[in-house]
């Protein structure tokens, strides 16, 4: 696998285009679909097409400020808060069911495709969870207690998108959220007596144009954890579905712990395949198959964990039927691996787990209620012996989970029974707002720069225009393409260095120095370690 992608190539056949009827109601979009799903027939990857669709197709937002996994990042920060390192799994886990909210919540949409060398950068100040039953207990748990707020709307979705936000005024479960540029204008509240918070940043970078690829990361320094990975995918229409996969360089999500209880772990999180559904009946919506492997590995095992061993989990998405509405269920098990065995690396099922291996089992739906329960002694590690992963220990029997069947109702999904406890239910969280700075601050090639002109037309329905501005950007990204190519010059990103094959791409100093900029920006908030605080 080569770790240098092909460039855009001006030379290449036209782009797969569809004309734009001039109907911006839902009937004309639904027909321009259609048309669109026609042409995409025996594609192998859509995803690496050249298409240019009109912009009343699209969301008034950057793809790049739209794809991160950061919905819930008070969650990505309680990931190493715990001393127990299968109390860290379970962190894991409720950051990766919660980190795409916008999923559950909203529409499938089309963003703006991204261009070479655009970035987005943003951070949220968050208020630590205290203890998992935190988010549990209150599950609209939000952090701008003190403050106002400001609203836009998009097309019939309205929500507020704001910097400071009350729980009153968040986007609330069940309403479908606009997907324009959230917190468009940072506004500090002068009431700052609430309590401390932490800091996440994220930065982004469109590294390849053809395929499209782009690198991010994120980090919470004051937890002292970090997140990393390369954006790609890969689509092809199937029947009536649109299917996505992790593309060629999208080796999943890395979440790495520089300190603290965890130091040294190194969390690698796969990615499922998603499906779009509903796509000639223009009722869109996603359904979730294959599994995810969360795998632990840790380079000083024995600096903190006294040599304890390390857990795995598997999230294996279930099929759903063709009759009847779809029910999102999951199920899944963690479960022990010892130092230098390989034989687990070829489970991506829950049933090839072998029963005197596993420590817990979940199961639920990744749209609402996910719950959990212990299994034998495995997920107590400071009392377990090493006869617990031999072939006959004494709790070799171990009750298995009861999984719904397809056709079962979301009640029997969320029912409780003995020994089960909440894990997470995402019905019932709100994704937290991020905070970008001023667009008059920022890059030419910053996200929301780049295609505020594009993104003004389409709020204001002015559709003419806003694909005026959107060919415009893509005939310059074409110009300067041809310009490299006649020069003979190489394409270099900014913030993120060149090799994809690892699966991440690691910063440059101006990725380092961006990172540094954005922990620097100023809130009206005290924040751990004195950072961003406002005179």
């Not at 739906?365 to 220990?393: C, D, E, Q």
Request: charged content about 25%; glycine content about 6%.
């Amino acid at each position: 696998m080569s770790s240098k992608p092909q460039e855009y190539d001006d030379d290449a056949a036209p782009p797969v285009a569809v004309a734009d009827t001039g109907d911006t109601g839902e009937g004309g979009k639904i027909k321009m679909i259609v048309q669109l799903v026609k042409k995409c027939l025996g594609v192998k990857d859509i995803a690496s097409m050249r298409m240019s669709l009109p912009a009343s197709l699209l969301e008034p937002v950057p793809n790049l400020e739209y794809s991160h996994f950061l919905d819930r990042p008070d969650l990505f920060a309680a990931i190493n808060d715990s001393e127990d390192p299968f109390e860290r799994m379970l962190a894991l886990l409720r950051f990766y069911f919660a980190k795409d909210l916008k999923f559950v919540h909203g529409k499938v949409c089309k963003p703006y495709n991204s261009v070479l060398g655009e970035h987005f950068r943003a951070h949220w100040d968050i208020i630590p969870l205290s203890h998992p039953e935190e988010l549990i207990e209150r599950p609209s748990l939000q952090h701008e207690r003190h403050s106002s707020s400001t609203s836009v709307q998009s097309g019939s979705y309205k929500s507020t998108l704001s910097v400071n936000t009350t729980d009153s005024d968040s986007v609330k479960p069940g309403q479908a959220p606009s997907t324009a540029p959230t917190s468009p204008e940072p506004r500090f509240s002068s009431d700052n007596n609430g309590p401390s918070r932490i800091r996440v940043v994220y930065l982004t970078e469109q590294v390849s144009h053809h395929p499209p690829v782009s690198a991010y990361y994120a980090s919470c320094p004051a937890r002292q954890i970090e997140m990393q990975g390369i954006d790609q995918i890969s689509a092809k229409v199937s029947g009536t579905t649109l299917r996505i996969q992790a593309g060629q360089y999208n080796q999943g999500i890395y979440v790495r712990i520089q300190g603290g209880p965890g130091e040294g772990e190194l969390y690698h999180i796969t990615h499922p395949v998603a499906s779009v559904n509903g796509i000639l009946r223009g009722n869109f919506y996603l359904t979730m198959s294959d599994s995810t492997v969360v795998s632990c590995t840790n380079d000083r095992p024995s600096t903190k964990q006294g040599g304890f061993p390390r857990f795995r989990a598997i999230i294996e998405y279930k099929e759903e039927s063709w009759l009847g509405r779809a029910h999102f269920l999951i199920e899944g098990v963690i479960f022990v691996v010892h130092e230098g065995e390989t034989e687990h690396e070829a489970w991506t099922k829950v049933k090839q787990v072998p029963q005197n291996r596993v420590a817990a089992v979940l199961d639920g739906s990744w749209r609402g209620h996910i719950r959990w329960k212990r299994v034998g002694a495995l997920s107590y590690p400071h009392t377990t012996s090493s006869s617990a992963s031999s072939p006959n220990p004494s709790h070799v029997q171990l009750p298995k989970p009861s999984i719904p069947s397809a056709a079962a109702s979301r009640a029997d999904v969320t029912t409780t029974a003995e020994g089960w406890q909440t894990l997470i239910d995402v019905n019932e969280l709100y994704v937290v707002p991020k905070e970008v700075r001023p667009i008059d601050n920022q890059h030419p090639f910053e996200s929301r720069r780049l295609w505020r002109n594009v993104t003004d037309n389409l709020l204001n329905k002015e559709y003419s225009d806003a694909t005026k501005e959107k060919v415009a950007i893509e005939q310059k990204q074409r110009d300067d393409a041809a310009e490299r190519k006649k020069k003979g010059v190489e394409f270099i990103p900014t913030f993120f260095e060149k090799g994809l094959d690892d699966g991440y791409s690691e910063l440059t100093a101006e990725g380092r120095k961006a990172v540094e900029d954005e922990l620097a920006e100023p809130s009206p908030f005290c924040i751990e370690g004195g950072i961003g605080k406002t005179n």
